[in-house]
Every structure is written in C-alpha cells, then in structure tokens.
C-alpha cells in the first residue's frame, strides 16, 4: 500500500513553545493531507483537511491560530502546534487518499511540559 | 451528523477462536467504508475498504463485508498477533473519515 511518513514520533516541548509535526506521501502525491488528534483509549478525531496551495478547512472546535497547517507541496504537510499548553499533549496522525485507500502516518506523541 | 458505532468495545478470544466485529454506520455521502488495524502507540494500518454493498474482501484471517448499514470484519482461527483495537471509518468522497470507537481484540493463546 501507499506510505505516508510522519515526523518527529515523539517530541516533548516546554509550555509556551511552539512544535512542527511534517506528513509527506512517500510513493504518491497527495492535493488533500488531514489531521486527527487521538486521546487514550479514544478514536480518532478529525481537526483539520489540509489542501495544496490554499487555506486548511478546520473542523468545528479546532482553533485554527493554535494549529497552523501548511501544504506547501502535493507530498508536505505540516501542521505547528503553537504555544503548546499541556492540555494540547496528545497523538497527532495526519493521513492522505490515495487510490486504494487512506493511509495514516505513524503518528506523533506530544508532550507538553 | 455522520455516525460510526463498533461493538463489542472489547472481545477477548482463545486463539482459534472465530468471531466478528461490527462496524454500524449512517454517513451522508459513503463513498467507501475503512477498516483499520492499529497497535498502541502508532498510526492505523490500512486494512480494507469496501465501496457497495454486498462487498467481501480477505486478507490473511480477515475478511470484510459491508451490507447497506453495517460491515463485519470476520477473523477466522486468530492467532496473538492479531491482537489490536480494530477501527472502522466510513469515507466521503471528499476523502474525510469518520472513525468509529473501535474494537480492542485480544487473542489468547
């Protein structure tokens, strides 16, 4: 299947500081890129749908100045988590379409301290 | 609103023990219903996606099937690798998915 790689894995960050989590499509290009948070022992919550060359579309409840998103290219999306509280420590997946199916980067455990 | 609801949240099962896992959705617009695999700590494994109903797709011990309201995701003779929360998601064509809650299988030997 298709592979879709995100980094960092795990990043741990001190209040106040902002963190950038990259999400590239390996072997395909991707226009649109989406972003889910996961609490423990939850599902996967959709934040926000990245599109290439224009502004993300953000889910209801998801504070588009605290989540930067950038798809700067058709296999790059970023997404900053800025002045990180401790209450934005969770798991980030990002995912890409493509044609077989949607496929999940490893995800990305953010601690903030 | 788009709703995906899996049961059992749990099942525990003896290795060789066959069951089934359901995945009950009403999304507007389906344009293909996910399942997934996902280990602790990582990103969600792409397993299957089904686009009509009466569907059936196999993959090792798995097997998917999707009818107009509801998917199945039958494993036959598991064994304590297929030890995971198995997630289901129903898809729009605009590529969004709506995840269900998940099933966490744990497979005894």
């Known amino acids: 299947g298709a592979v879709v790689s995100q980094h960092p894995s795990r990043v741990i960050c001190k209040s106040g500081t902002s963190v950038k989590i990259e999400c590239r499509s390996l072997?395909?290009?991707?226009?649109?890129m989406f972003w889910y948070r996961q609490f423990p022992k939850q599902s996967l919550m959709l934040m926000a749908t990245s599109n290439e060359g224009s502004k993300a579309t953000y889910e209801q409840g998801v504070e588009k100045d605290k989540f930067l998103i950038n798809h700067a290219s058709l296999t790059l999306s970023t997404l900053t988590v800025t002045s990180a509280h401790p209450e934005d420590s969770s798991f980030y997946i990002c995912s890409a379409r493509a044609s077989e199916g949607a496929f999940f980067g490893q995800g990305t455990r953010l601690t903030v301290v | 609103e788009d709703q995906v609801t899996q049961s059992p949240e749990a099942l525990r099962l003896q290795e060789g023990e066959s069951s089934s896992l359901n995945c009950s959705y009403t999304v507007s617009g389906l344009r293909g219903l996910f399942w997934y695999r996902q280990d602790p700590g990582k990103g969600p494994e792409f397993l299957f996606t089904?686009?009509?109903a009466g569907e059936e797709k196999e993959k090792e011990r798995l097997k998917a099937t999707l009818t107009k309201k509801e998917s199945f995701l039958h494993i036959t003779a598991p064994k304590p690798e297929d030890s995971a929360t198995y997630l289901c998601?129903?898809?729009?064509?605009?590529?969004?998915?709506?995840f269900g809650q998940g099933t966490i299988l744990t497979v005894h030997p």
């Open positions: 072997d395909f290009q991707a226009t649109t």
């Open positions: 089904l686009y009509s």
């Open positions: 998601a129903g898809g729009t064509s605009y590529g969004k998915l709506t």
